[in-house]
């Protein structure tokens, strides 16, 4: 059964509108990469998935109930979103901040399975060395896995995450990418937006190509096609393949018209 069923959204900032009859299912265990110029609308889609943004026209629905029926204690419990990465957010350990991952479950003070779950995330995710610094102290890899580690408390059916490879170096953007991957394998559905199409390509298992608030592209490494790429972004590409391989090599960006 579908996990969220978009179903004909559409969302305007103020008049402008921004997601333009947008519909999609996503499935238990996808990893989806949401990609997308600058602008098209993939932050705002996911905060429509989230609930932070009721749309305009349609709906969204959670495991076949729509979101607007969901408590935000509920809605916490099924999908946890990591926004793009924050510079300087309030002071916070590492544990502290994943503990607060699991607020949606607590009553008024942790409980020990509570405890349980964080200290398990932080082994899991290697954290166990900075447990204890503070957040605002860390790389932007360890920061990135802080947040994930976060989203994980929740104990989540959906993870969404907005651009959680951006200012990654290489190690940590596959690092993330493949923790990303393993925690689809165990039926949590992954939602990325990513500007990195060679690194979608290599880890997704599906795509929602947004360009200017529509759903101009949806399915596996087949919509990665020149013209598609040139339309899209305004840039010359090619496109090299082998047996399970697909890279695009940027050329030269063209005109505006
Ligand atoms: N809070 C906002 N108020 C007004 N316009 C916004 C707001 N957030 C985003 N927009 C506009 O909506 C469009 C889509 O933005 P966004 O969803 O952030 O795109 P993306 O994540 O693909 O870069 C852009 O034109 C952006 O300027
Ligand atoms: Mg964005």
Redesign the pocket.
């Known amino acids: 059964m579908e996990m969220i069923d978009i179903k004909n959204i559409t969302f305007a900032?103020?008049g402008?509108p921004?997601?333009k009859d947008v519909s999609e299912s996503i499935y238990p265990g996808e990893f989806i990469g949401?990609i997308?110029?600058?602008?098209?609308?993939?932050?705002?889609?996911?905060?429509c998935m989230n609930g932070i943004l009721s749309p305009g026209q349609g709906k969204v629905e959670l495991e076949g109930k729509d979101l607007a029926r969901f408590s935000s204690n509920q809605l916490a419990r099924k999908i946890a979103y990591v926004p793009q990465i924050l510079t300087n957010v309030f002071p916070s350990t590492v544990f502290d901040t994943i503990l607060m991952g699991r607020k949606p479950h607590l009553g008024w003070a942790p409980t020990k399975k509570d405890l349980e779950i964080t200290a398990e995330i932080i082994e899991k995710l290697d954290l166990a060395d900075i447990a204890i610094k503070d957040i605002n102290k860390l790389s932007g890899g360890q920061r990135q896995r802080v947040f994930i580690g976060r989203a994980l408390a929740q104990e989540p059916k959906v993870i969404l995450l907005?651009?959680p490879t951006a200012n990654l170096d290489l190690h940590h953007q596959h690092e993330v990418m493949r923790l990303l991957k393993d925690l689809s394998r165990k039926e949590i559905s992954i939602v990325v937006?990513i500007h990195d199409l060679n690194l979608a390509m290599q880890y997704c298992s599906r795509f929602l190509l947004?360009h200017e608030?529509k759903l101009e592209a949806r399915g596996g490494l087949e919509i990665f096609r020149p013209e598609i790429l040139e339309k899209v972004y305004k840039v010359k590409v090619e496109i090299f393949e082998n047996k399970d391989h697909k890279y695009i090599i940027p050329l030269k960006p063209l005109s505006y018209d």
């Open positions: 900032y103020n402008k921004v997601l949401i997308g110029p600058n602008g098209s609308g993939k932050t705002t889609l996911m905060r907005d651009e937006s947004i608030g």
